[in-house]
C-alpha cells in the first residue's frame, strides 16, 4: 500500500511534532539542550526495512523495541549502530563520566532514551487522530538487524498474519546531537522503525485521509 505526496508530507508533519517533544523531553532529562531531526521518511515493505539498515550499518546493532496494540497494532524499534551505543550514552551523561560507569548505565539509559523517543513518535499519532492503542513495555536488545525486525516478533502483536513483504514499515533516519555537537558537526545517526500489519497500514492511511479532507 503505497502513500499520496501528501499522505507523506501529513505523516511528516506527525513525526516531526513528536521529534520536537522527545527533544524536549530529552534535554530537560539530562540538562542540556539535545537537537533531533528528521533527514529521511521512507515507507517501504518489511524487506526492504531490513535492506535500508544493512545497506547503512553491517555490525551488531542494539535497540530499544516496543509493541502497541488495538486499533493501530506493529511494533516501533529505535536502532542505534552497537560500536555507537557508549557514544550515545557518553553524549547524554557528560564526557566526565568513566568508561566502566558508561557501560554499566548503557542499557538503563537507552532504554531511558527509547521511551522517550518512541512514545513522542507515538504520542504524535493520537495527538490528531480517532485511533486509540495501548503500548507495552519497552524492551532493551542487541542483535543483527535481521533479527531485530524479524517478522515473527511482530507478528505476536497483530490479530492477522501475513507475508513478510505484504507487512509495511515507515524507516525514518534520525539524527541525535547536543548543541555542543552542533558546532563541532557532529552527529550521532540513528533509526526510527515502525512496522505495521497490512490491516493496520489501512487504517492509518484512512485516517490520515480524514485529517486531509478537514483541512
Do not use: W
Not at 511534532?17 to 530537560?28: C, E, I, N, Y
Not at 555490525?59 to 497494532?73: D, N, S, Y
Not at 504520542?123 to 507495552?136: A, D, N, V
Amino acid at each position: 500500500m503505497e502513500l499520496s505526496e501528501l499522505e507523506q508530507d501529513a505523516l511528516k508533519e506527525f513525526f516531526n511534532m513528536g521529534l520536537g517533544m522527545a527533544a524536549d523531553s530529552l534535554s530537560k532529562m539530562v540538562k542540556k539542550e539535545i537537537l533531533l531531526s528528521l533527514p529521511q521518511l521512507a515507507v517501504v515493505s518489511h524487506r526492504e526495512a531490513v535492506a535500508l539498515v544493512e545497506h547503512k550499518e553491517d555490525e551488531k546493532l542494539v535497540a530499544v523495541r516496543q509493541i502497541f496494540l488495538g486499533e493501530l497494532c506493529g511494533t516501533a524499534l529505535l536502532i542505534f549502530p552497537g560500536g555507537k551505543s557508549l557514544e550515545l550514552v557518553r553524549t547524554l551523561l557528560g564526557d566526565d563520566v568513566p568508561l566502566e560507569t558508561l557501560t554499566e548505565l548503557e542499557q538503563e539509559t537507552l532504554l531511558d532514551v527509547g521511551n522517550v523517543i518512541l512514545n513522542a513518535f507515538l504520542s504524535s499519532f493520537t495527538q490528531m487522530m480517532t485511533i486509540e492503542f495501548e503500548f507495552e513495555a519497552a524492551e532493551f536488545l542487541k542483535a543483527s538487524c535481521e533479527a531485530l525486525l524479524d517478522i515473527a516478533s511482530h507478528r505476536l502483536s497483530c490479530s492477522s498474519a501475513s507475508d513478510d513483504n505484504s507487512n509495511q514499515a515507515f524507516f525514518l533516519m534520525m539524527d541525535f546531537k547536543t548543541a555542543e555537537d552542533e558546532l563541532k558537526h557532529n552527529s550521532l545517526r540513528g533509526y526510527v522503525v515502525l512496522l505495521f500489519s497490512k490491516e493496520a497500514m489501512a487504517n492509518l492511511k484512512q485516517e490520515i485521509a480524514r485529517i486531509i479532507s478537514g483541512l
